[in-house]
Each structure stands twice: as C-alpha cells, then as structure tokens.
C-alpha cells in the first residue's frame, strides 16, 4: 500500500499542541495568582481563567489528534498493513483527512481512539458509546459526536475534487468509522455508515474488493494519478 502523508501540517500542528499548552498554563495560572493577591480585579481573574480554559481545548484537540502516537494515521497505517499496492491511503493530503483509494472503492476513513462499547442507536440516529468517565467526555474531547455531520462534509470535498477530473464518471464516495483503541467494543451493525474495530478494517476492505462495488484499476489509477502519488 502506498503512504502518502502531510508530515509538515503534522509536525506544525503537533508543535502547536505542544506549546498551547504551556501558554494555557500560564494564563491560568496567572489568573489564580490575581484572585489571590489582588482579589479587587476579579475581572482579570476570570479573563485569563476562561481565556486559558479555551486555549488549552484548543491545546487537547491539537494534541490528540497530532501529538500522541500512534496517531490517527499510524493507526490506520497499521490496520491496513499487507494491502499491496493498488492502494494508497492519503493522510492530510486529500480533500477527506484519511482517504483510501484502491480496488475497494474511494474511502473516507474516520478514525476514533475510544474506549469502551460502540453502538448506534437507530431511534435517534447518533453513534453512542458506553464506558469512560464523564469527566474525559467533557473536558478532554473524548466524546464521539455526531460523524453523520463529518462524513457528510468529507463525501461533498471529495466528489467535488474528483469531479474536476474531464470525462470521468465519479464512483461513490463511501465512509466508515474506524475505531483504533485496543479497549473499543464495536457492535454498531445498524449503522447508516460501516462502523468497526481497526482490527477489521483489512478483511472488510479486501472484501470490498471483492464484491459488485470493487472499483476498475482504471478509475483506481485515474484516482490516484488525480491526488498526486
């Protein structure tokens, strides 16, 4: 499988993670230094709390997502290890973050590093997961969402991006939720989206391949030759 990854948005953005952080701690600890030695300027106190609240979301998301290894793409990268070369996987350099183009079709694969039990609740349309604790879900990003939202956006980019392609008939555009944690128990069937362990990615992917979707190697390598190798 061929690699194709945006090392330089990766090195940035972690190198962003990193030094939020420390700025974030500042902020707030300067702001607990004014309330307690000059509790008159509660107004600077709160600023700089809320402030450095703020920053270090921003610090955790940055963090997160590029920061810790194995990271989002590592992660993927393993799951779909011993796919030959008819694939390439496109990390921060397609119009979706992890695009996967090869006989199996065009993928958007939307990674998850939680723990605990995956669901899909039908009823109210949204993934659920059961596990963790409250305060990691709310405080440090640690909550699924809502990926219908995501993988809507990701589809749009990139059937608008494959569609600059002259006389080419763009093929679906599918996604799948990919949950990467060694603590993740994934029983979401009835998903509008694949939804699964990374331990499964490999054999549900060849047997895509396989089936009345596979994609010709001609639209694979037009695909691919578009997004740049």
């Given at each position: ?43 600077l ?84 997961r ?10 440090a ?47 979401a ?24 979707e ?16």
């Amino acid at each position: 499988m061929k690699i194709i990854t945006n090392e330089k948005l990766i090195k940035r953005n972690a190198t962003i993670g990193k030094y939020s952080g420390f700025l974030s701690l500042l902020i707030l600890g300067g702001g607990l230094y004014v309330s307690f030695q000059h509790p008159e300027l509660v107004w600077l106190s709160l600023t700089a709390l809320i402030l450095g609240f703020i920053i270090s979301q921003m610090s955790m998301y940055y963090v997160n997502r590029w920061g810790r290894s194995p990271r989002p793409d590592e992660a993927l990268d393993a799951a779909l290890k011993g796919l030959d070369d008819r694939y390439a996987i496109y990390h921060y350099t397609a119009p979706a973050s992890h695009l996967l183009v090869g006989p199996a079709g065009v993928w958007a694969l939307l990674p998850y590093h939680h723990k605990g039990k995956i669901t899909y609740n039908e009823k109210k349309e949204r993934w659920k997961r059961e596990g963790g604790n409250l305060y990691m879900r709310i405080f440090a990003q640690d909550s699924i969402g809502r990926p219908s939202k995501e993988i809507d956006l990701e589809r749009q980019d990139v059937q608008k991006a494959l569609s600059e392609i002259p006389d080419f008939e763009v093929p679906p555009i599918r996604a799948a939720l990919i949950f990467t944690s060694e603590e993740a128990e994934v029983e979401a069937e009835d998903a509008p989206s694949p939804t699964l362990h990374a331990l499964q990615l490999k054999k549900f992917i060849r047997k895509r391949a396989k089936s009345s979707e596979a994609l010709s190697m001609v639209d694979v390598r037009t695909i691919q030759d578009h997004l740049g190798m």
